[in-house]
């Protein structure tokens, strides 16, 4: 803003423009240094990315021997490929909306176990971070003498239960089968 608004003078101006060039490429360099962008495995999870375009098969068969399957491809994906062909105009919204649209119009074993193994890569640490917030919160220096399943119970509630107290309490009252369940004397077996 300040070079538009001619507070610099030319020669300023250009002594800035060479600082900040310089700086840029700095930061260029450091990030090419420590990050993979070329020959990265996640750049060839972006043939997936159907708002840029249809897969090649060559681009499936790649990402097929990246997904630590022992397998080899299968046959089948040359033809999942054409059925997706076919069908890919019709297909609207987000890669994802895409995806999750073909998939419930086709039968494309191959290409869906590809697109789940992508799309369950997680893109940050943010929600182990929150677990490891939320067990912290659990595991205070009060209550030191909690054990690890206890926690992990805990977790678990906090986690997978998204209803309130008393909206529990009233799916818990009205389920006669787990208040029998509960209060007989008989074994149980945890289901995981």
């Known amino acids: 803003m300040a070079m538009n608004k001619k507070y610099l003078s030319d020669k300023e101006t250009q002594e800035f423009k060479k600082h900040a060039l310089i700086a840029y490429q700095r930061a260029v360099a450091y990030l090419e240094k420590w990050f993979q962008f070329e ?5 060839s999870f972006s043939c997936l990315d159907l708002e840029r375009g249809l897969p090649t098969l060559d681009q499936l068969i790649e990402l097929w021997t990246l997904t630590r399957s ?3 491809p299968p046959e089948a994906l ?3 490929l054409a059925i997706l062909s076919s069908v890919y105009q019709s297909l609207e919204g987000k890669s994802v909306d895409m995806w999750c649209s073909f998939f419930s119009k086709e ?3 191959n290409l869906l176990k590809l697109v789940q193994h992508v799309c369950s890569i997680p893109v940050s640490n943010a929600f182990v971070e929150r677990i490891f917030s939320v067990m912290g919160n659990i595991w205070t220096n009060e209550r030191n003498r909690l054990g ?25 009252v009205s389920n006669k089968t787990l208040l029998k369940a509960v209060a ?3 074994k149980y077996v945890k289901k995981k």
């Open 107 to 109: 039968s494309a074993p």
């Open 148 to 172: 690890l399943e206890t926690v992990k119970s805990e977790l678990c509630v906090f986690f997978n239960i998204n209803s309130s107290c008393t909206d529990f309490k009233e799916r818990v």
């Open 184 to 186: 007989s004397n008989a």
């Open 39 to 43: 020959n990265s495995v996640f750049k």
């Open 70 to 72: 022992n397998d080899t």
């Open 78 to 80: 040359y033809s999942e």
